[in-house]
């Protein structure tokens, strides 16, 4: 069963950047895609964007392409999000998941992933 935990969530000032984490245990990311949502109070949970274990390919939603990266450390079985020049319009809670027969068209919809994290606080304030 792979289980999922993120950190590196917290408060950060407008401009300022975060990296979150997202580790998996119990069952390596091989052969899986992987996925940032994040979602607002109020608001549905949106795609961030995900990544191609195997082949290490991003794919990110247009409105974040260019501030958020996502990257992975195979060694240690972690993704990353790194999201620089941050608004008050990113705060979330910043959630990952996994799949392992997603297609690329499934990307963006958090009901083709079987695992999910448990969340991370992102908050952007001054």
């Known amino acids: 069963q792979l289980q999922l935990v993120e950190a590196g969530g917290g408060l950060v000032q407008p401009g300022g950047s975060l990296k979150l984490s997202c580790a998996g245990t119990?069952?390596?990311?091989?052969?899986?895609?992987l996925a940032w949502f994040r979602q607002a109070p109020g608001k549905d949970r949106e795609y961030v964007g995900a990544?191609?274990?195997?082949?290490?390919?991003?794919y990110y939603a247009d409105s974040l392409k260019g501030r958020f990266t996502i990257s992975r450390d195979n060694a240690d079985n972690t993704m990353y999000l790194q999201m620089n020049n941050l608004t008050p319009d990113d705060t979330a809670v910043y959630y990952c998941?996994?799949?392992?027969?997603?297609?690329?068209?499934?990307?963006?919809?958090?009901?083709?992933?079987?695992?999910w994290g448990q969340g991370t606080q992102v908050t952007v304030s001054s």
């Open positions: 998941a996994a799949g392992a027969r997603l297609i690329l068209s499934s990307l963006p919809y958090a009901q083709h992933y079987d695992y």
């Open positions: 119990g069952r390596s990311f091989r052969g899986h895609r």
């Open positions: 990544l191609s274990w195997n082949d290490r390919r991003t």
